[in-house]
């Protein structure tokens, strides 16, 4: 059984900092892509950034900057650091990855969300 556990939300003023953290467990084989997608209230979920198993890094025009992504491999976690954070930065955050299981079954996983809530 794989999971991912997403930590980290919660609640800062405009202009502040947090940092996300989402670690893979189970009986993994390998990890490829992982990534950060959020989804505010009444809008679909966007993705905000992802990240390649050798490190290569995507991100949302919106976080251009801002946002940070990186991955231990070692540890099977992926991380987002989230700077200069605004109020239409307000959303349920979900960390996603593509897990190749012991058995060789290769999917795509969600965590459970984290909120993240920036005030004015």
């Known amino acids: 059984q794989v999971q991912l556990v997403e930590s980290g939300g919660g609640l800062v003023q405009a202009g502040g900092s947090l940092r996300l953290s989402c670690v893979a467990s189970g009986r993994i084989r390998s990890i490829n892509s992982m990534g950060w997608y959020r989804q505010a209230p009444g809008k679909q979920r966007e993705l905000v950034a992802t990240?390649?198993?050798?490190?290569?890094?995507s991100y949302a025009d919106s976080v251009k900057g801002r946002f940070t992504i990186s991955r231990d491999n070692a540890k099977n976690t992926v991380y987002l650091q989230m700077n200069s954070l605004k109020p239409e930065d307000t959303a349920v955050y979900y960390c996603?990855?593509?897990?190749?299981?012991?058995?060789?079954?290769?999917?795509?996983?969600w965590g459970q969300g984290t909120q993240v809530t920036v005030s004015s």
């Open positions: 990240i390649t198993s050798a490190g290569s890094t």
């Open positions: 996603n990855a593509q897990i190749r299981d012991y058995w060789g079954s290769f999917a795509n996983y």
